[in-house]
């Protein structure tokens, strides 16, 4: 038995009683281990196995580490395994939530021979060890929350090509050979990555060949191994592992009919330089049932964030206002679908064959009506369901006079900042997406949410703290019935003496800015009269800008979800009067005033 810890009881006391039961057995552990816990249960174990009369080696110190995980029975039986001889990967109790572990046991004299050959050659440089006597080993974990679907073990008798593995001397040259042949599909479930590893370019190489590839790891704990972006980055799937208490597995399927499963992880040391062993089986019915366990821990898992992902939206970005000749793009990790669809309000525009990268269209927007819309893109992946993301976003026709403005700011008030308040007012007559809109006095800004709509011919009122707006409005006697507030910020405080609010869409355009004593935004003139806290800024009329506050604005008590508008009346047909003057004829367009409230 060839293993890089010893620590489970369990497992050392059937040692122990095979040799009293007359079986010859020869053990060898690592002479080194990354941690010292690791170094003092396999001392102890290796101490009571000596004490039994079992002849127990330290591995050369010619390999870095003897990661090894093989025995071999009787001449006959082979084991190969991803665990160590721990509670953690070969629980006792059925109950137990442990270690995710695979492996192998071959019936077959041929492959134990191969097998053993190896393990004499190690146990001939190897050295004999006593142990040490440090204490207690570890015992078992009797409970957990795994509900053991594959307990029964499955047994394969068929012909069947077995390739043994072993680091330092073929792991890399027969690993990269199998991925290198890969032609549809690649599933792996390895502890860790490192960027180090040359199998990761094997991989990556096995990506840009079309292959559809899922990589199922823990959580990168260490930025060595944070190799998650640089996989999505290649078209690659990832998911971080969870459900049970850890991901310690070595496996790769090729094309669900050749499988590896080994003690080799993917690092440059574990490649080159320690002791590893597994094997190679090309066998459709093993590769099958080994798929069905990735297959299961794949649908517990979790999808990283914090990524970039293989499929998102670069333009428009929710809330964008589009008009015209408006070029859509959409980035597509390499490697990763054979056809995508550009569709507006469910509508197919286009059709992509093999996307890869950033990839446009330009569509003519001038035949949608003004408003919110809707762009998404499906996209078929090599393997797997249809992703599908979308993106609301706002048509409105460049050639409108802009209409969504800031109708009142309350910047002076009883309580300061909380009795701020401001208004924005829609003066169009098709509801428009705020959403990642954003406010700055160009100290602080606040972002509004996605989901954010302000309806056609009305307002939404902000407010920085709910109670003090409500006090303070009752003690003006404004009347509030029907009035709430729809947006709380807690990021913007406005200055008395001169400060300025901007409006911005989500691609950090300007599109409204009201401005008021030392104030400053270029192309503007701010108000500069008087204010106190029984007042604030309101435009008059709401539906008017001309970049001068000073017009635009005037003070009055305040009146949130109140505005008055010019317009022309409905059905009114203008005027001609006939001049003797030099001007000749003059057009008389009358605009009324109207009020408007606000609509819940």
């Not at 403005?405 to 309580?415: F, G, K, P, Q």
Request: net charge negative; glycine share 6%; with cysteine.
């Amino acid at each position: 038995m060839e293993v890089y810890t010893l620590s489970s009881e369990p497992l050392v006391n059937k040692l122990i009683a095979a040799k009293g039961r007359g079986v010859s057995i020869i053990v060898a552990v690592s002479h080194d281990r990354v941690s010292g816990y690791e170094d003092n249960y396999t001392e102890e174990a290796a101490y009571r196995l000596d004490q039994a009369g079992i002849d127990v080696y330290t591995t050369s110190p010619t390999f870095t580490y003897t990661h090894a995980k093989f025995w071999v029975i009787d001449s006959k039986w082979t084991f190969v395994y991803s665990g160590n001889w721990a509670p953690s990967s070969i629980p006792q109790y059925n109950g137990a939530r442990t270690n995710r572990e695979m492996g192998f046991f071959f019936d077959d004299t041929n492959v134990a021979a191969y097998y053993e050959g190896v393990f004499l050659d190690d146990v001939s440089i190897a050295s004999v060890t006593t142990g040490v006597n440090h204490g207690p080993l570890q015992a078992n974990e009797t409970s957990g929350t795994y509900t053991h679907p594959f307990d029964t073990p499955e047994t394969i008798v068929e012909y069947m090509e077995i390739t043994p593995v072993f680091s330092p001397d073929n792991s890399y040259t027969l690993l990269k050979a199998l991925l290198d042949s890969a032609n549809s599909t690649i599933d792996v479930e390895l502890q860790y990555i490192k960027f180090d590893c040359y199998l990761l370019n094997d991989l990556i190489n096995a990506a840009k060949r079309s292959v559809a590839i899922r990589v199922l790891i823990p959580e990168p704990g260490s930025a060595t191994e944070n190799v998650t972006q640089l996989l999505f980055d290649n078209g690659i799937s990832v998911k971080f592992f969870k459900g049970l208490g850890h991901n310690h597995n070595k496996y790769i399927n090729v094309d669900n009919k050749i499988v590896s499963v080994s003690s080799i992880n993917w690092s440059n040391n574990s490649v080159v330089n320690n002791r590893e062993a597994g094997a190679i089986v090309r066998n459709t019915n093993v590769a099958t049932y080994f798929k069905s366990v990735f297959d299961y821990d794949w649908a517990n898992s979790e999808v990283p964030t914090g990524f970039s992902k293989p499929l998102s939206i670069v333009s428009p970005s929710v809330g964008e206002i589009a008009a015209g000749n408006y070029n859509f793009q959409v980035n597509f990790a390499a490697n990763t679908f054979t056809s995508a669809q550009f569709l507006i309000d469910n509508v197919a525009v286009h059709t992509f064959t093999n996307p890869a990268g950033l990839m446009g269209h330009p569509i003519d927007l001038s035949g949608y009506a003004n408003g919110i819309h809707i762009f998404k893109v499906v996209a078929t992946p090599m393997a797997g369901d249809d992703q599908v993301i979308e993106v609301k976003f706002n048509i409105i026709a460049p050639n409108l006079d802009w209409l969504v403005l800031i109708s009142e700011v309350r910047y002076d008030a009883v309580t300061e900042p909380n009795g701020e308040f401001f208004e924005v007012y829609n003066g169009f007559d098709f509801n428009v997406l705020l959403g990642g809109w954003l406010f700055t006095d160009n100290e602080d800004d606040y972002t509004l949410p996605d989901d954010t709509i302000i309806l056609a011919d009305n307002m939404l009122i902000f407010v920085r703290d709910t109670s003090a707006f409500t006090t303070e409005m009752t003690n003006l006697g404004v009347d509030l019935t029907g009035i709430t507030p729809d947006i709380v910020y807690n990021n913007l405080q406005l200055g008395n003496t001169g400060d300025e609010l901007i409006m911005k869409d989500s691609t950090g355009t300007i599109r409204d800015a009201v401005l008021w004593g030392s104030g400053s935004l270029s192309g503007h003139t701010p108000w500069t009269g008087t204010m106190n806290d029984d007042l604030s800024l309101h435009r008059d009329p709401a539906n008017s800008d001309t970049n001068d506050c000073s017009v635009d604005f005037k003070a009055d008590t305040p009146n949130p979800g109140v505005v008055y508008i010019t317009a022309i009346p409905s059905g009114f047909i203008p005027g001609f009067v006939f001049s003797t003057t030099l001007l000749g004829i003059i057009t008389i367009i009358l605009a009324a005033r109207f009020i408007r409230r606000k609509r819940k």
